[in-house]
């Protein structure tokens, strides 16, 4: 199998339709934004990230990669539990020092650290950490029921971006190959890009439209292009965007070509997609928040999938393997 996140299809072929010919999906089971909502006296939600460890810096993009999904489903993460499966040549050292910045970034989010386990295995050539974040939803949140999420979803919404692409993924080349980078720029536009890890939370813009009806879709592995296409699929429709709308940082277009990868499919976690017939409203108090946010297109009726470039169209590309997934192996 391709390294990497599984496709939407993929995830449909060998997750989703073996447990339908078994039993019924669970109400509120969100297979197209990777977690479950479960209805107990609150509306709980569960989501899980997982990603190989090489330093500190994966682990914060596995703790906010499981807490955004949270976010998107305008709830608020309240626990955290941690699972970490290591190689035998594994230091403890190394461990203990990526539990006591899971703790400090637990601290700084206001978020309670549950369990902490880890394991050794010889099958294993690089560690691998797994986070489940576990959040309540707004009273009014609607589940993920088939095709139909909810009304923001209908053809005809404005879809705006908030953030701008790639900057999870052009944070870690910054940081891991800081060494390579100074051939060619600054050290203080390398450290700029390296402070894109800073930035991978989108608890602001949970906060910012709590009172505004609107979707939030998290972007995360394989970027916006791939965002784009899974939450297309996911509610069964179709798009229409101007490519040169998606906001993109100067350091990323740069590193970008440094590296020679596609920004658009490199990990934008810290950015997101968000549906709504109130665009205007949505700008304003992302605006207001502090949170960069442009229209970067609409959700159609028909199935196409447009992407838009000055006089040039084409159509949106089946997801493909994140950029970074396909650099470091």
């Known amino acids: 199998m391709r390294t990497g996140r599984y496709s939407y299809n993929a995830q449909q072929r060998s997750i989703v339709r073996p447990i339908k010919r078994v039993q019924k999906l669970a109400e509120g089971f969100a297979q197209n934004y990777d977690c479950a909502v479960i209805c107990h006296e609150k509306k709980e939600i569960v989501s899980e990230a997982m990603m190989t460890v090489s330093a500190k810096e994966d682990v914060a993009l596995t703790f906010y990669r499981a807490c955004n999904t949270v976010f998107a489903q305008r709830g608020c993460t ?16 190394f461990m203990a020092e990526l539990t006591g910045y899971i703790a400090a970034l637990c601290q700084k989010e206001a978020v309670k650290l549950g369990l ?15 986070v489940t974040a576990v959040g309540y939803a707004n009273a009014d949140l609607t589940y993920n029921d088939d095709k139909n999420q909810n009304k923001t979803l ?3 919404s ?8 790639g900057m999870a993924g052009i944070g870690l080349l910054a940081a891991y190959g800081e060494d390579a980078l100074t051939k060619q720029y600054t050290q203080g536009f390398i450290r700029q890009a390296q402070q894109f890890l800073d930035t991978l939370s989108i608890r602001h ?30 509610i069964g429709a179709g798009l ?20 020679g990868i596609n920004p658009y499919q ?24 502090g949170v960069s946010c442009v229209v970067i297109g609409q959700v159609t009726k028909e199935n196409a999938r447009v992407i838009r470039r000055d006089d040039e169209v084409r159509y949106l590309d089946k997801p493909a393997q994140d950029e970074l997934v396909r650099i470091r192996k």
């Open 205 to 234: 813009v949970k906060d910012a439209l709590e009172d505004i009806d609107a979707c939030v879709y998290p972007i995360q592995e394989g970027g916006v292009l791939n965002a784009l296409w899974n939450y297309a699929d996911g």
């Open 78 to 93: 309240k626990l955290v539990n941690v699972s970490f499966l290591w190689p035998e040549d594994s230091e403890e050292e």
């Open 158 to 165: 404005t879809l705006c971006m908030a953030g701008h692409a």
């Open 116 to 130: 902490v386990t880890a394991s050794v295995s010889s099958f294993v050539q690089k560690a691998v950490i797994s």
């Open 240 to 259: 229409d965007i101007d490519m040169r709308k998606i906001p993109i940082r100067q350091e990323s277009v740069e590193i970008s070509e440094f590296y």
């Open 154 to 156: 209908q053809a005809g």
């Open 266 to 289: 490199l990990m934008g976690d810290g950015a997101c997609l968000i549906s709504s017939m109130q665009p205007e409203k949505v700008c304003a108090a992302l605006a207001k928040a």
